[in-house]
């Protein structure tokens, strides 16, 4: 039988020692002048690892990557950059709640703009949806592209099948051609196609999903800690509404919740799972869980964490 151990325990355990003790308690945007001198200055959101894989990758050694969950709650919020992008997965084929509210209370002066987003079945109709969210706040976007990476919304997909698709082998040159062109201060917007706006529709009529904020929801409402769960608290750390919190040495969602799935993926015992929301159905795989590969956990608590901020 395991017996519980507490958070700062279950930290060292894995590697990740006094992380919060070491993580100054300054938001990762120190400030504005900061960013004056950024030639390339990046805002990623991520909860498995893909879109901070792909934001390392554009931003190579000299960029400078700001966590948006993080960067939400500068008081300040204007950017200035000779470059500036987002990159973010997608949410039910448009940004995530948190990047949508990031971009609207925030301020960004570039003189070349661009987005990048990582999917797992669709991208429909996100780059036009993005485009008009930034003329909502008087930016014109130079270039906006879509990466196939794993799907890790795990009611439709089984992880361990998405690592096994030929899609996968595809991901290094994809990366490359998106890295080469925003290198190149290319001006390009994937297009959308009518076919990509009825897939769009449907979907939305089928779910009945809210259009602009689909995932937006209470965590209490998505998911919940089993019998596994030993209370090490690595859920409170990589929520990025900080939705959770460990009472009487277990681990209990209550707050806003993103749907990001980073607490499910990421939890060490498997002890976090999805409450079936029809017409979505169960998890079709409740052990396969997953992380990018060149990302690791400590990475997405300093990028996620509300406690270490």
């Known amino acids: 039988m395991s017996h519980p151990i507490n958070r700062r325990e279950a930290l060292k355990v894995m ?11 300054l938001p990762a945007y120190a400030s504005a002048k900061k960013a004056k001198k950024a030639k390339r200055l990046i805002f990623y959101f991520s909860a498995t ?23 939400i709650h500068n008081e300040n919020p ?12 997608v949410y039910c084929f448009i940004p995530p709640t948190i990047v949508q509210e990031f971009i609207a209370r925030s301020t960004f002066k570039a003189d070349y703009l661009f987005a990048v987003a990582t999917f797992g079945a669709h991208s429909t109709i996100y780059p ?5 969210l930034a003329r909502e706040r008087g930016m014109k976007m130079n270039y906006i592209s879509c990466i ?15 690592l096994a698709d030929p899609k996968i082998q595809r991901i290094p040159e994809a990366v490359a051609a998106v890295v080469a062109a925003i290198n190149s201060r290319q001006n390009y917007i994937l297009p959308v196609t009518q076919q990509d706006r009825m897939l769009c529709d449907g979907y939305y009529r089928g779910s009945g999903r809210d259009r602009k ?22 859920c409170t750390t990589l929520c ?9 040495g277990k681990s209990v969602a209550q707050g806003e919740c993103e749907n990001c799935l980073s607490c499910v993926h990421n939890c060490p015992q498997k002890a976090i799972s999805i409450i079936p929301t029809p017409p979505e159905p169960e998890e079709p795989n409740r052990n396969a869980r997953y ?4 990302v690791t956990l400590a990475d997405l608590i300093k990028s996620n964490s509300q406690i270490l901020r």
């Open 240 to 248: 990025p509404h900080g939705s959770w919190k460990v009472v009487d």
């Open 78 to 89: 204007v950017y200035e950059a000779e470059e500036i992008g987002f990159v973010n997965p």
């Open 128 to 132: 036009e949806f993005f485009d008009n």
């Open 49 to 71: 690892g893909n879109s901070l894989y792909v934001a390392r990758q554009i931003g190579g050694k000299d960029a400078t990557l700001l966590s948006i969950s993080q960067e």
């Open 148 to 162: 196939q990476m794993v799907d890790t919304y795990l009611p439709y997909f089984d992880i361990e099948r998405e």
């Open 213 to 234: 904020h689909p995932t937006k929801t209470r965590s209490e409402k998505i998911v919940f800690s089993t019998d596994a769960c030993i209370g090490c608290g690595i």
């Open 15 to 25: 590697g990740l020692g006094m992380l919060s003790t070491c993580v100054p308690a």
């Open 291 to 294: 992380r990018n590969s060149h």
